[in-house]
């Protein structure tokens, strides 16, 4: 998520889109990242889920892909992963992500941080948004979403954890499912972030702010945190103020 106050501001501004087939057309198929298509990055992701992974015996919160073999959310509804609930250990690296929208706060962007977690635990990368002091699409979930690709194997990607101070916009949550990243976990969600732009004035963005189970319903997602939210909205409205 990184949507500010000004619509200058939300990503590049550029003019009229012309297509030649309309993707989400009647008659077509619905996206589905079980569907392989020759040379498309979803390959990625689908091989890494039959690739055989060692399973860790260590003191850390099980992984998602740990957790979604345990048993306990098996009424997940078809073709989506099942949430899991948040644990100490992730409540840390949301505030992490608070630390780093604090950052882009002062530094003159929009508050917003997020912060790449691999299976055992280990921060890989870090990222605030730049919107406004670099590129107008740098997100910080898009920007871990390349630094995964660059850096990161397939199965280190779909084992990666996302953690982000708020929700996903659909621009990141795009970029998030075809790097073939893990499970996301937010601090606050898009309906927090509309409640407080009504609160202190914002501008509605000019983009449909759809969750991430629309756009990526192959994620796993956990959110919002309640013990997080209050310091992620305290950021916002003081973005919103300024
Ligand atoms: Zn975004």
């Not at 882009?104 to 730049?130: C, I, Y």
């Not at 621009?171 to 893990?182: D, I, K, N």
Request: include cysteine; charge should be neutral.
């Amino acid at each position: 998520m990184a949507v500010g106050a000004d619509p200058a501001v939300w990503w590049t501004a550029l003019g009229p889109i012309v297509m030649a087939v309309r993707v989400s057309g009647k008659g077509l198929p619905e996206p589905d990242i079980a569907q392989p298509r020759p040379g498309c990055a979803d390959d990625v992701r689908r091989t890494s889920r039959v690739l055989p992974r060692p399973r860790r015996v260590t003191g850390r919160a099980p992984s998602h892909r740990e957790r979604r073999t345990s048993g306990t959310h098996a009424d997940a509804p078809p073709g989506r992963l099942p949430a899991m609930a948040i644990t100490d250990e992730d409540l840390g690296h949301l505030r992490r992500c608070v630390e780093l929208a604090q950052e882009a706060l002062e530094a003159g962007d929009s508050p917003f941080g997020s912060v790449l977690v691999a299976e055992d635990g280990t921060v890989l990368q870090e990222d605030r948004n730049r919107e406004r002091t670099g590129d107008p699409t740098h997100h910080p979930e898009v920007a871990l979403a390349r630094w995964a690709a660059q850096h990161l194997d397939p199965a280190a990607r779909a084992a990666a954890t996302v953690y982000t101070s708020g929700e996903h916009c659909p621009m990141c949550s795009g970029a998030h499912a075809v790097a073939g990243l893990g499970r996301i976990v937010f601090a606050a969600g898009t309906p927090d972030f509309a409640a407080w732009r009504r609160e202190h004035g914002g501008s509605e963005p000019r983009f449909a702010l759809l969750p991430i189970t629309t756009v990526a319903p192959g994620v796993p997602v956990d959110g919002p945190a309640p013990e997080i939210r209050p310091a992620v909205g305290e950021l916002y409205a003081r973005y919103l103020s300024a």
